[in-house]
């Protein structure tokens, strides 16, 4: 038995329905475009720079070669099935949207950083949606670009400066929305103030398929635990990055004691 940490996927719609915990995406092959970088990528497709350059036997610096092909695994295990709404698993960094019990769409996200910024977790609503958002920049956060040295604002009007992009979903949860980005590299990593923060066209995505109402659950699980239909156990963790359960590794090891991993052995993973 072993058990391997990965990264995972981009948006796509999946007629999937499941009972438990599934395995969705693939391992496929992509190629350089100009300009590219492994963080780019990474943010594109839901993987770790870090995986990226190991899968591929590169440095993490290197230079990408537009042409040259790398292999990208893309597979995921979704955490919980909801009969509507949205999951957003925060060490995974990814947002799950289900309509009528099935997966419709799954988008890579940035969430809160670690510290005084973390993503809560809980249940919540939707209750509005704004096009062209102006933000309204909280007073924590001025306070913060105080302490930087940088220039205080107090409102941002829509356009390319605005952080939250073009699309807002306000929820419950008052503290923190659902938003574009200007900055698309930034996903995939724990980089906000604790809003989610999707790519652009996945924010363009998800706000023409989510209304006012709609359930918001977030979750915080570092360890997840698949079988694929071929009856292979999965195990995927991340990193405790906001130091609530102790190491996923320990986790793991836990869960592994407590199945039936008969089958287990011959199930491939990712190394992160």
């Known amino acids: 038995f072993r058990v391997l940490c990965f990264a995972a996927a981009a948006a796509v719609a999946l007629p999937l329905r499941a009972a438990e915990p ?22 594109r497709f839901a993987v770790s720079p870090q995986t990226l350059a190991a899968r591929n036997r590169l440095s993490v610096s290197k230079r990408l070669v537009a042409g ?8 995921h295990i979704v955490p919980q099935v909801l009969d509507d709404g949205i999951l957003i698993n925060v060490p995974q960094r990814i947002l799950y949207l289900f309509e009528d019990g099935r997966l419709a ?31 309204e920049v909280p007073l924590s956060i001025q306070q913060e670009m105080k302490r930087k040295g940088e220039r205080i604002r107090t409102k941002v009007a829509p356009g390319p400066e605005n952080p939250l992009g073009n699309y807002w979903l306000g929820l419950s949860l008052t503290c923190c929305g659902i938003h574009g980005t200007n900055a698309p590299r930034s996903i995939y990593r724990f980089e ?3 809003c989610i923060r999707l ?3 996945d ?49 793991a090891l836990d869960f592994a004691g407590n199945r039936d991993l008969r089958s287990a ?8």
């Open 68 to 75: 040259r092909t790398l292999r990208i695994d893309n597979r």
């Open 265 to 272: 052995s011959e199930a491939p993973g990712w190394e992160e």
């Open 105 to 135: 769409a799954w988008y890579p996200v940035a969430l809160g950083q670690p510290g005084s910024w973390q993503t809560p977790t809980g249940s919540y609503r939707v209750v509005a949606k704004e096009r062209d958002p102006t933000w």
């Open 199 to 201: 790519a652009p066209e």
């Open 203 to 251: 924010a363009v995505d998800l706000f023409s398929r989510v209304s006012v109402g709609a359930r918001v659950e977030i979750i915080y699980d570092t360890v997840l635990v698949a079988r694929d239909e071929r009856g292979r156990l999965f195990v995927e963790a991340h990193p405790d990055v906001y130091e609530r359960h102790g190491g996923p590794y320990e986790k």
């Open 192 to 194: 906000t103030h604790g």
């Open 22 to 43: 599934f395995l969705v995406g693939a391992e496929f092959a992509y190629r350089v475009e100009r300009g590219d970088t492994l963080a780019a990528i990474g943010a």
